[in-house]
């Protein structure tokens, strides 16, 4: 919201709590108790000359449909489903009870996050990748555009990465954390897909064929760069 907030464009926020105030936006705190839903504050927003309506979640069926319906309008909708990937964030709408036909035309854009450990930059370490965890490794980077590979300049010879401990990381061996990321927008293809009801593998495969990396590839890359450990990313991404 920081990036896109300008005098000319109003921003309002449905959230259960309202941590961080951000200036020129306006930011609503759900009150059940009184009445004020998500469904309810929703409505009344959508009265209002509003361009970006982020809700906190979609928690019921009819607050997703006035999403989606306020997305075909043109006001762009931000909002967070509990999925594991994009993909499966398209079928927890569909079960919310969004047509996928509705679904289809609303929806622009996908995505999925996941936090790791970082490692602690200073004290990492080169460590061989395991033989039996090799195939794996080559068959998910074998699915990442070449060229994208090529511009991240990993090394020749692949290797994961760990941390000794130091005074830098208070001998913790990591220093915050990371995110991994699969961001997808919403293209033709997978446009029809969604609207003609394909299943899982199907919607899985029309990405994929189109370069968009998956949480698990990001975060090889992540291993591979030495920023996280593979054992972190799998535990993260399965």
Same mark, same amino acid.
């Given at each position: 919201?920081?990036?896109? !907030? ?8 449905? *959230? ?6 951000i200036p ?9 108790? *009184?009445?004020?839903?998500?469904? $309810? @504050?929703? $409505? ?5 000359? %509003? ?8 928690? !019921?069926?009819? #607050? ?8 075909? !309008? ?5 909002? #967070?489903?509990?999925?594991? &990937? #994009?993909?499966? +964030?398209?079928?927890?709408? %569909? ?16 995505? @999925? ?11 990492r370490e ?20 070449? +060229? ?15 941390s000794r ?6 001998? *913790?061996? +990591? ?16 446009? @029809? ?10 919607? *899985?495969?029309? %990405? ?9 590839? &990001? ?20």
């Amino acid at each position: 919201l920081w990036e896109i !907030n300008s005098p000319d464009t109003s921003i309002a926020t449905l *959230e259960d709590q309202v941590e961080f105030e951000i200036p020129g936006i306006s930011q609503t705190q759900i009150r059940r108790s *009184e009445g004020l839903t998500y469904t $309810a @504050a929703l $409505a009344s927003l959508l009265r209002q000359d %509003i361009d970006v309506i982020l809700l906190a979640e979609l928690p !019921n069926s009819r #607050t997703a449909e006035l999403a989606a319906q306020a997305a075909m !309008n043109g006001r762009l909708i931000l909002s #967070t489903v509990p999925a594991s &990937d #994009t993909v499966q +964030t398209i079928f927890h709408l %569909i079960s919310l009870g969004l047509s996928p036909y509705l679904l289809s035309t609303a929806l622009r854009v996908l995505a @999925a996050q996941r936090l790791v450990p970082k490692l602690c930059q200073a004290c990492r370490e080169a460590i061989p990748i395991p033989r039996d965890l090799r195939p794996d490794i080559q068959a998910e980077l074998k699915q990442i555009p070449k +060229t994208y590979l090529h511009s991240l300049k990993l090394p020749a010879k692949y290797s994961f990465f760990n941390s000794r401990g130091c005074p830098d990381c208070h001998e *913790e061996k +990591t220093q915050g954390q990371i995110a991994l990321f699969e961001v997808v927008p919403v293209f033709q293809e997978l446009r @029809a897909g969604i609207a003609s009801g394909a299943d899982v593998a199907t919607l *899985e495969k029309l %990405i994929r064929r189109k370069g968009h990396l998956s949480l698990r590839q &990001d975060g090889i890359i992540k291993a591979l760069q030495g920023k996280a450990r593979y054992s972190d990313v799998v535990l993260a991404t399965s």
